[in-house]
């Protein structure tokens, strides 16, 4: 069987502190419930420094819980190694489209 690429993914939403973490979770819990957890990089982070450390919203927590989902996240603002990441993937996914046959 042929080794599987490393992907990644990156949450993105102004504080950190609800809609990202809640998406980086769930993906982690998905990941891992289909045992592929060793081929993903799951990140999640803000646009904003506002929350930077700062657990999730209690709201953002009492959902994840409530559908059997635990986080240890704290909030952090995304960096240029993020963007450029971002950017490289976006390049990848745009030349494999072109090489297609149309």
């Given amino acids: ?10 949450f993105v939403c102004l504080g950190n502190i609800c809609r990202s973490p ?3 979770a769930v993906f982690r ?6 045992n592929i957890s ?13 929350n930077v450390g700062r657990s999730p919203d209690p709201r953002a927590v009492s959902c994840l819980r409530n559908h059997g989902i635990h986080t240890a996240h704290k909030a952090r603002q995304g960096n240029d ?3 450029e990441t971002v950017y490289q993937q ?7 489209f072109l090489e297609k046959a149309h």
Avoid: H, P, Y
């Fill in 22 to 24: 809640i998406a980086e």
């Fill in 29 to 34: 819990k998905l990941v891992t419930d289909q």
């Fill in 90 to 96: 976006c390049v990848r996914c745009c030349r494999a």
């Fill in 38 to 50: 060793e081929n993903w990089v799951i990140d999640s982070g803000a646009v904003s420094d506002w």
């Fill in 1 to 10: 069987m042929a080794e599987q690429a490393t992907k990644s993914v990156l």
């Fill in 81 to 83: 190694s993020d963007f």
